[in-house]
């Protein structure tokens, strides 16, 4: 029979469709198994904003474009890879006979319980629809995965098999869940099988993907499918919503429950399960109008490559890969080398040229060019039209005023001048796919577009949030590992499926919130002092082919430190540090003892879980959780939060996230308290970097040829330090000068 050999596309914007034939058709003749046929099609070509000037009734698709659609009628296939080898394998009809392609099991189920009974199915699944041999393909079908997934009709979701009470949950979502009207009736304990059963669902394996992400942000339209059984992904995404707003209620269902193990905790962190963060990261992607087209991409590469860290893929490469059609710098971009053309632009206004001109800045929200205020706003397709057409007025042109032709010239040549910036810039702004490529490559490609592009002055942020997957070769310390990410999936023998997202480290404290299209630091050490003369090692130096130089200043060492903070608990020895004895010699709590403000501030980072300000009660519930401790135990916050009330829970919850694995010190020179990773010690130094918002921990070390470099240990809060004030410090004076750090 033989194995399937792949033809070349013969043209960019070509992709295959695989036509899974009816089962009972098939089997007639050919016998048992999974039987289809693979062929070219082109995907239809992008279309092009409406101008505002445009009289819509008067548009008229071409004749020939909507035989090219009806004829691309087709479905993709979202689904969990898994990590077993290819080992079965279907048939693909080649003239008259067939061929195999060698696919994982799991493919199979779903090929079979996707395929229908007589007709034949038009899908588009990536195992089989790309050659995954070939990694020039690869590349050019990764960079169109946004076109794929778009135009298919429908993505079809595969879950899995039925267990778990799956079908159970799925007949929840789409009866009970989705009807607001029974909200309160279903968060009862007469339904806490079937939120036991959706949790379960929620758990699955396709929610942990990467790939996924974009997969479900583009789609029309999507299906959950789970063995033989589906819900629309609108009812599913619905019901995920409303369990997450009301998961501490609901969760309440479960306290008197032996099933639960009478735990507070059954279901985990519902906000931080792959199914929640899914439906969060898709509602804040795009913006998109009344036709459910994307007007505006919302998130920086950067954002997305870090808040999506938890999604896995077994391929390194693809932690970025797989979101790159998401961005809003990258969305338009995302090309093999050798598609560079002035189609994949999308342009945006360079700051500089506004402020070279003393004009101010106006957009239109769908893809628009940057013009003077007062003038029309103009579509990035119009700036080859003649400029008669651009001015959208009602005066014939020989009624405009002298100064408005004046206006308008000027205008003009902003175009040609903006162009020309854009095209000198365009190299930097474009991320290129390379499977060939070594990871480290892709990590430097990654760190120099996020540099280059990153808004606001904060861009070496991006060193403190966790993203890099984890791999059996070692990485310099300045590429920061998934691994030491807040939360991960863990077995559970009584939880939802057997398993449970729970927290196994602290919050980044940077980038804690969202404004607008990016994500804005709470915090701001560094003043205004972008990262500019940053610079990798030499690869020719041997010594410095793993190195990064970024600029900064050392504001301190670390002085005396404590032990780590386990589970989010306060030990008892961080109370001497902090030179406050709650409790007397006889382990009697103090009454006129209150906790001093420097010492709560630092346990919660100064702030709220959402970056605001610290709430003006977190004193008084820092003093309630001393009043129900112990000198021996210190604050167990995990024990405090199963018997508070929501007030103070919420406060538990956030020293929790800031101390839970950090350690708490007091800097040598400046002795203010502060909170560094677990690995930090004694005499490490303090710094601020240019560009990133936030101290960060640093240690000294020397090499063979007496050279010194710095392993990058992690970011810290040091109070009073997080606004500017260091970099007050350090224009007072004269011996902290700013010094070129290599980091390794």
Same mark, same amino acid.
């Given at each position: ?15 295959? #469709? ?15 198994? #999974? ?13 092009? $904003? @409406? ?13 020939? =474009? ?8 087709? %479905? ?42 007589? @007709? ?15 990694? !020039? ?36 979502? +789409? ?18 099988? %079937? ?28 299906? *959950? ?69 994307? #007007? ?30 998401? +961005? ?6 995302? #090309? ?39 003038? !029309?706003?103009?579509?990035?397709? /119009?700036?080859? %039209? ?5 001015? =959208? ?86 590429? $920061? ?6 939360? %991960? ?51 020719? /130096? ?66 709220? &879980? ?47 996230? *800031? ?35 936030? &101290? ?16 990058? *240990?992690?970011?810290?809060?040091? =109070? ?25």
């Amino acid at each position: 029979m033989g194995g399937y050999v792949y033809k070349d596309f013969k043209s960019k914007n070509e992709i295959r #469709v695989l036509t899974l034939l009816g089962r009972n058709t098939v089997n007639r003749t050919a016998g048992n198994g #999974v039987y289809c046929e693979l062929h070219h099609r082109s995907l239809p070509p992008k279309a092009k $904003p @409406t101008r505002p000037s445009q009289n819509l009734s008067s548009c008229h698709e071409d004749p020939q =474009h909507v035989e090219l659609k009806e004829q691309m009628q087709y %479905e993709a296939v979202s689904w969990t890879w898994g990590g077993e080898e290819a080992k079965e394998s279907i048939f693909i009809k080649v003239g008259n006979g067939w061929k195999t392609i060698e696919v994982r099991s799991n493919l199979i189920k779903v090929l079979e319980h996707l395929r229908n009974a007589e @007709t034949p199915r038009q899908l588009w699944v990536d195992a089989v629809c790309i050659n995954q041999k070939d990694d !020039a393909e690869k590349n050019l079908q990764v960079a169109m995965m946004a076109e794929i997934y778009g135009n298919a009709s429908n993505v079809c979701i595969w879950l899995g098999e039925h267990k778990d009470e799956s079908l159970r949950a799925l007949g929840f979502i +789409a009866k009970s869940v989705s009807d607001l009207g029974m909200f309160e009736e279903i968060t009862t304990a007469t339904f806490s099988a %079937e939120w036991k059963a959706l949790a379960a669902l929620m758990n699955r394996p396709w929610f942990s993907r990467r790939w996924v992400v974009q997969e479900i942000s583009h789609a029309k339209d999507a299906t *959950v499918h789970c063995g033989d059984d589906k819900v629309k992904w609108s009812d599913f995404e619905t019901a995920v919503s409303l369990f997450e707003r009301d998961a501490v209620r609901i969760s309440k269902i479960f306290h008197g429950s032996e099933t639960a193990e009478y735990d507070r905790e059954f279901f985990g962190e519902v906000p931080a399960m792959g199914a929640t963060r899914l439906v969060q990261a898709k509602s804040k992607l795009f913006r998109r109008d009344d036709e459910n087209s994307i #007007v505006e991409y919302r998130l920086h590469l950067s954002d997305l490559v870090t808040e999506l860290s938890h999604f896995e893929a077994n391929n390194p490469h693809d932690m970025i890969y797989a979101v790159l059609s998401l +961005a809003k710098d990258t969305h338009s971009k995302t #090309v093999p080398k050798s598609h560079l053309n002035e189609d994949n632009i999308n342009v945006e206004a360079p700051e500089e040229i506004a402020q070279a001109n003393g004009t101010k800045r106006s957009f239109d929200t769908a893809q628009s060019l940057w013009i003077p205020d007062g003038q !029309a706003t103009v579509g990035a397709n /119009d700036l080859d %039209e003649p400029r008669s057409k651009r001015l =959208h007025t009602d005066q014939s042109r020989d009624e405009v005023t002298s100064d408005l032709r004046k206006k308008a010239l000027a205008t003009n040549a902003m175009y040609k001048l903006h162009k020309k910036a854009k095209e000198a810039k365009f190299k930097h702004r474009v991320f290129q796919v390379d499977y060939k490529q070594d990871f480290f490559d892709v990590c430097k490609q990654f760190l120099d577009f996020t540099l280059q592009n990153a808004p606001g002055h904060n861009n070496l942020d991006i060193l403190c949030r966790p993203w890099a997957p984890k791999e059996k070769v070692k990485r310099p310390s300045w590429i $920061p590992k998934a691994a030491d990410a807040p939360f %991960e999936m863990r077995p559970a023998r009584y939880a939802p499926g057997g398993q449970q997202v729970s927290r196994k480290n602290h919050d980044p404290l940077v980038c804690q919130s969202y404004s607008g299209s990016s994500s804005v630091s709470s915090y701001n050490a560094c003043r205004s002092l972008r990262a500019r003369d940053w610079r990798f090692g030499d690869f020719k /130096d041997e010594d410095q082919t793993q190195s990064l130089f970024v600029k900064g200043f050392i504001l301190d060492q670390i002085g005396v430190i404590e032990t780590y903070s386990q589970l989010g608990n306060v030990p008892p020895e961080w109370f001497e540090l902090a030179e406050w004895y709650p409790w007397d010699h006889n382990g009697r709590r103090s009454p006129d003892s209150h906790p001093p403000e420097r010492l709560w501030r630092t346990l919660v980072a100064d702030r709220g &879980p959402k970056g605001a300000s610290a709430e003006v009660y977190y004193s008084k519930a820092f003093e309630y959780a001393i009043d129900n401790s112990t000198p021996h135990s210190g604050v167990e916050t995990t024990v405090l939060a199963q018997r508070s009330n929501p007030i103070l829970v919420e406060f538990l919850k956030r020293m929790m996230a *800031v101390i839970w694995n950090r350690k708490l010190f007091k800097s040598a020179v400046h002795e203010q308290l502060g909170l560094a990773p677990k690995k930090a010690r004694q005499g490490d130094s303090i710094c601020i970097l240019h560009g990133c918002s936030v &101290p960060v921990v640093l240690r000294q070390h020397i090499s063979l040829s007496g050279t010194k470099h710095y392993e990058f *240990v992690g970011e810290c809060y040091l =109070h009073t330090m997080m606004d500017g004030k260091a970099v007050d410090i350090q224009e007072d004076n004269e011996s902290s000068k700013t010094v070129e750090f290599e980091l390794r």
